[in-house]
Structures are given as structure tokens and as C-alpha cells.
């Protein structure tokens, strides 16, 4: 007996249309807002508006900053904002002293004295700029920074705001975190490491 022929149950059916276009869009919009949510709490990239950290940073060179990288140490290189009259505007400078250091210039070799102890900053410092050209002798209060530029001659940094409030001193809090990256131009890519001469300060 010859039976009636059904349809093939395994058929497949017509797929949708549309959802891969959909899928695309929703990864395209995750990566979206992980990159956002990275750029806000956890990785930032800063330029460079002034020659005042050449030759370590040069103008429209460009930095990722660490945004939890944790408490600033002597020798880190930190953005930050607090010296303009907003407050509102990204600075950066390297860390010279902590709370509590007592910070100086100069000794009878023109160096700067952190705790007694004096800074080697041939690594960093701009050639033919001294440490200083002004004589200072601060405490650092707890809680801030003392920051200066590696071109100390063309630096408007702790110095250049000692007569304002604050004393030339910045907020630990006002530091938005540490740059660890110089990614542009691609030819002067750096991985930024704390000079020696900070781990003999005491």
C-alpha cells in the first residue's frame, strides 16, 4: 500500500532576517560602554599642551593615565587639576615630595634635597637646566604633593603658586592618576618607571 507523502519534518524553516544585523549593533554598543566605563574610572589618555615636562614629554605628545594606580609617590608622573582658577583644568607634573618630606634647594652641588637627601635628575631633567634657579625650603603637609615639571626653566609648577592658597601644594585627592604609557608619536613610545634616585629618599 502506498501511503500519502508527507512533508519532510526536518525541514528547516526560513530564518529570520535581521539578526545578525542585531547582534552586530548590541557588541557594537557593549564596546561602546566598556570603553567609555574604561575611560572613566580606569584608563585615560592625556596630550601634552606645554613644553613644561620636555624632554621626557614633548608638546602634543600624547599619555594613558592610570586612573586607580593608587596613592602618588615621589618620582611618579601624575595629572592633575587644582592650580587654574577653576580648578577644572588637566596638569602634569612629576612628584617631587610627599606629605610629610621636606623638600629643598639647594645643596652646595645645586640639587634638590628631599629629607636630607639629594635627587639625581640628570635622567629626567632638560639639558643645561639646573634643579632650580630659586631657593625654596617647604614641609610637605599630610596629604599633598610638592610637583615640579622636568623643564624646570619653563615649568610653572609648586614654585610658581607658593604665594597662593594652598601654598604650591596639590591635594592628593585632586590627582586624577599616573601616566605609565607615552603612546604618540609611535616613534617615542616609553613605559614610564620611577627614576633610582627616589628609592634612597628616607
Known sequence: ???????????????????????????LILGVGIALLL?????????IPSGSMENTLHIDDRVFVNKLSGKPERGDIVVFRGWDADGNEDTIKRVIGVGGDKVACCDSKRRITVNGTPLDESSYLYPGDYPSENSFKYTVPPGKLWLMGDHRSNSRDSRAHVD???????????????????????SRGLIFTKPETFDKVK
Open 1 to 27: 500500500m502506498v501511503g500519502t507523502k508527507k512533508p519532510d519534518a526536518g525541514r528547516d524553516k526560513p530564518k529570520k532576517k535581521g539578526g545578525g544585523f542585531r547582534e552586530t549593533v548590541l557588541l
Open 39 to 47: 575611560q572613566q574610572f580606569v584608563i585615560g589618555s592625556f596630550y
Open 164 to 186: 597662593e592658597p594652598g601654598g604650591g601644594f596639590i591635594s592628593e585627592d585632586a590627582v586624577i592618576g599616573k601616566a605609565v604609557v607615552r603612546y604618540w608619536p609611535l
